[in-house]
């Protein structure tokens, strides 16, 4: 397994933007497909977006298509989620997560591996 750090998370007024980062350490990266999740107080995880192991490929819930985009710099094991024209929907925890061995994984269960989350609050 790959361990994971999300960090860049904050406060955020609505219409603004965040970049979040994964850092990743331990196995391979590159043999990782990676997801980002949310979970909003009493509601279950969300699929936000998913990139694939190579970056070329990507995928994203409706909710966040075209405001939201993944990317990710296997040289510094690092991956990325930049949040743009931010909503009060979308305040939650977000999560990364790494899927070994899939091109590009969006399901909660083909991830093996899971940060810890970085809080996203956007104010109204």
């Known amino acids: 397994q790959v361990q994971l750090v999300e960090s860049g998370g904050g406060l955020v007024q609505t219409g603004g933007s965040l970049r979040l980062s994964c850092a990743a350490s331990?196995?391979?990266?590159?043999?990782?497909?990676v997801g980002w999740f949310r979970q909003a107080p009493g509601k279950e995880r969300e699929f936000v977006a998913a990139i694939s192991w190579s970056g070329l490929s990507t995928s994203y819930a409706d909710s966040v298509k075209g405001r939201f985009t993944g990317s990710r710099d296997n040289a510094k094991n690092t991956v990325y989620l930049q949040m743009n024209s931010l909503k009060p929907e979308d305040t939650a925890v977000y999560y990364c997560?790494?899927?070994?061995?899939?091109?590009?994984?969006?399901?909660?269960?083909?991830?093996?591996?899971w940060g810890q989350g970085t809080q996203v609050t956007v104010s109204s």
């Open positions: 331990g196995r391979t990266f590159s043999n990782y497909a």
């Open positions: 997560a790494a899927a070994y061995g899939n091109n590009i994984a969006t399901r909660l269960a083909n991830h093996d591996s």
